[in-house]
C-alpha cells in the first residue's frame, strides 16, 4: 500500500473511532422519564406506591410500595392493565411488618397510558400512568440515517483503500462518508432546537411536554387552566369500627365522571377531614372506577365531621373542593379538646416545638416548627411538611359542625430543600434527612381563632401537630 493509501486508511479508520464514540454519546443522551410517586389510602393501609422509570418497551417497571407505622404485613398484588382492557402478568409484593420500601417487578409491554392496578385482597386500587412514546423528529430522524449511511461509506471507502489500484478511487466513497457525515452533525445539532412531531390524537403542548418529562401528561400544566369544576358527592357507610367513604366525581358541565385526575403533591386526591374533637384525618383515596373513589377512616368519632378534597384535573388546575354535606356518625359526640397555641408539646413520642410571629390577618404570619430533636424528617407527599388551617371557628361547638361553615380552608407546604447538582428527581422518603425546624409562611384572611395542623413524617410515621391559632385584625382593621 502506497503512502496516501494508508494515510486515507488511518484517516478513515480515526474517522470510524470517533463515530463509534459519537454514536455511543447520542444513546446516553436520551430523553430520561422521572418516577412518579402515589399516596394510597388502601384498605387499614397508608401506602405510598412509587412507579419507577420505564426506560424501554417491552421491559420491566419497577414499583416500590412504602408502608408505615401502623400497616400490617401481608401481600399486594399487582399488574399492569390497559385502561378498560384484561390484566397482564401480576407480581406479589410481600409487606413485612416493618415499615418502609417493599418492591415488586412488572413487565410493560405497549408505550402510552395503563392502569397499575394494587389489590389487597378486598379492593383493587387503579392508578394511571402513562408509558412515554419515543417519538422521533425530523432533524433526529436525519441525524440517524446520516451517521448509519456515513457509516456504511466509511466501510466501503476502506474496503476500496485496502483493495483499489488507484487512490483517487477511495476519493467517491470518502467524500460521500463526509458529506454523510456533515449531514448527520448538522441535523443532530438542529434536533436540540426543533420541537417534535405531535402523536396522533394529541395536543402539540402535551407532546412536548411529554417528549421532556415522560410523566408530565400526569402533572398540571399552568398554561391551560379551562376545565369545569367538579362536583363532589360524598357517602359514608359503616363496617365494623372503621367508615368507609364512597367520593363521586362528576364534571360541572357535562356531569359525567371525573376521570382526568393528575397526580398531584404525590396523590391522585388528597382528602381532608375534621373530626367532631377537632382531629385532623388527612387521607389518599383510592381511585376504583372512573370518578370513583374510596378511602377507608379507622375508629370513627360520633358527630358531624367536615370534608375537602383537593385534587388536579388535566388542564384545570388544581381544585380544592369542600363537601356541601360532610358526613355524621351516630353518637354523642365528645368534647372538642383545645390544642396549645405554642410552645413544646410531645406528639405519639416526637418532641415538638412550634412558635409564631406574626398572626395578623392580611399579613404574613410565620409558624415553625421543631420536629424531633436531629434532621431526620422524611419527605411526606414530596414535602418536609404539610400545613393544614381551617378557621376562623366559634368556641363552644362540635369543631366539625363549626369547620363545616368556616370560610377558610387552605394549605402550605415546607418544600424540600434542593440540592445542588442533583440530576436525578426529588429525594423519596426513605431519606430520612430534613428538619428538625419546619417553617411555613401563611397569610390568614380574617381575624379569629384557627385550628392549624402541622404534618411531618419521621421513622415513617406521620406526626400531627394540631395547633390552635388567634389571628388578630391587621393594620387598618382588615379587612
Ligand atoms: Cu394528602
Known amino acids: 500500500m502506497r503512502t496516501t493509501e494508508k494515510t486515507i486508511a488511518a484517516l478513515l479508520l480515526s474517522a470510524l473511532a470517533t463515530l463509534c464514540g459519537g454514536a455511543l454519546a447520542l444513546a446516553d443522551g436520551a430523553p430520561a422519564g422521572g418516577d412518579v410517586h402515589v399516596a394510597q389510602t388502601l384498605g387499614d393501609r397508608e401506602l405510598t406506591v412509587v412507579l419507577r422509570r420505564v426506560d424501554a418497551v417491552p421491559g420491566p417497571l419497577r414499583v416500590d410500595v412504602i408502608t408505615h407505622e401502623g400497616s400490617a404485613p401481608g401481600e399486594l398484588r399487582l399488574r399492569v392493565a390497559?385502561?378498560?382492557?384484561?390484566?397482564?402478568?401480576?407480581?406479589?409484593?410481600?409487606?413485612?411488618?416493618?415499615?418502609?420500601p417493599h418492591h415488586g417487578t412488572l413487565r410493560v409491554d405497549t408505550a402510552g397510558p395503563q392502569e397499575l392496578a394494587v389489590d389487597d385482597g378486598e379492593r383493587v386500587a387503579l392508578i394511571p400512568f402513562v408509558v412515554p412514546v419515543a417519538v422521533m423528529s425530523p432533524a433526529e430522524g436525519l441525524t440517524y440515517r446520516g451517521f448509519v449511511a456515513a457509516g456504511l461509506l466509511l466501510l466501503v471507502a476502506l474496503g476500496t483503500a485496502v483493495t483499489a489500484r488507484h487512490g483517487w478511487v477511495v476519493l467517491l466513497p470518502a467524500g460521500g462518508f463526509v458529506a454523510a457525515l456533515a449531514v448527520a452533525v448538522t441535523a443532530a445539532l438542529l434536533s436540540a432546537s426543533t420541537p417534535a412531531p405531535p402523536r396522533p390524537g394529541e395536543d402539540v403542548d402535551a407532546t412536548e411536554d411529554a417528549v421532556r418529562d415522560p410523566y408530565s401528561v400526569q402533572r398540571p400544566s399552568t398554561s391551560d387552566l379551562s376545565r369545569p369544576p367538579v362536583t363532589l358527592l360524598l357517602r359514608a357507610g359503616s363496617t365494623g369500627d372503621a367508615l368507609d367513604l364512597e367520593l363521586s366525581l362528576t364534571d360541572g358541565a357535562s356531569g359525567r365522571p371525573v376521570?382526568?385526575?393528575?397526580?398531584?403533591?404525590?396523590?391522585?386526591?388528597?382528602?381532608?377531614?375534621?373530626?367532631?374533637?377537632?382531629?385532623?384525618?388527612?387521607?389518599?383515596?383510592?381511585?376504583?372506577?372512573?370518578?370513583?373513589?374510596?378511602?377507608?377512616?379507622?375508629a370513627p368519632e360520633?358527630?358531624?365531621?367536615?370534608?375537602?378534597?383537593?385534587?388536579?384535573?388535566?388542564?384545570?388546575?388544581?381544585?380544592?373542593?369542600?363537601s356541601p354535606t360532610g358526613f355524621d356518625v351516630p353518637g354523642t359526640p365528645v368534647d372538642p379538646s383545645s390544642p396549645p397555641a405554642a410552645g413544646a408539646r410531645d406528639v405519639n413520642g416526637t418532641p415538638v416545638d412550634v412558635a409564631?410571629?406574626?398572626?395578623?390577618?392580611?399579613?404574613?404570619?410565620?409558624?415553625?416548627?421543631?420536629?424531633?430533636?436531629?434532621?431526620?424528617?422524611?419527605?411526606?407527599?414530596?414535602?418536609?411538611?404539610?400545613?393544614?388551617?381551617?378557621?376562623?371557628?366559634p368556641d363552644g361547638e362540635p369543631v366539625g359542625d363549626a369547620a363545616q361553615r368556616a370560610p377558610v380552608w387552605a394549605h402550605a407546604h415546607a418544600m424540600v430543600p434542593l440540592t445542588p447538582g442533583a440530576t436525578g428527581g426529588p429525594p423519596d422518603e426513605t431519606v430520612a434527612a430534613y428538619g428538625p425546624v419546619?417553617?411555613?409562611?401563611?397569610?390568614?384572611?380574617?381575624?379569629?381563632?384557627?385550628?392549624?395542623?402541622?404534618?411531618?413524617?419521621?421513622?415513617?410515621?406521620?406526626?400531627?401537630?394540631?395547633?390552635?391559632?388567634?389571628?388578630?385584625?391587621?393594620?387598618?382593621?382588615?379587612?
Open 82 to 100: 390497559r385502561p378498560g382492557g384484561g390484566g397482564g402478568p401480576e407480581a406479589v409484593v410481600a409487606l413485612g411488618a416493618t415499615p418502609g
Open 259 to 298: 376521570d382526568d385526575l393528575l397526580v398531584h403533591d404525590d396523590a391522585l386526591m388528597h382528602l381532608v377531614v375534621v373530626t367532631p374533637s377537632g382531629g385532623l384525618r388527612h387521607v389518599h383515596p383510592v381511585r376504583v372506577s372512573p370518578g370513583e373513589y374510596r378511602a377507608r377512616l379507622r
Open 302 to 322: 360520633p358527630g358531624h365531621h367536615a370534608v375537602s378534597a383537593e385534587i388536579s384535573r388535566r388542564g384545570g388546575g388544581v381544585q380544592l373542593l369542600r
Open 356 to 393: 409564631v410571629t406574626g398572626a395578623r390577618a392580611g399579613e404574613p404570619t410565620t409558624i415553625t416548627a421543631r420536629v424531633g430533636t436531629t434532621a431526620d424528617l422524611q419527605p411526606w407527599l414530596g414535602m418536609v411538611g404539610h400545613l393544614i388551617v381551617v378557621g376562623p371557628l
Open 438 to 479: 419546619v417553617t411555613f409562611t401563611h397569610t390568614f384572611p380574617l381575624p379569629g381563632r384557627y385550628r392549624v395542623w402541622v404534618q411531618n413524617q419521621r421513622d415513617y410515621a406521620l406526626v400531627t401537630t394540631p395547633v390552635l391559632l388567634d389571628v388578630g385584625a391587621g393594620e387598618g382593621g382588615t379587612p
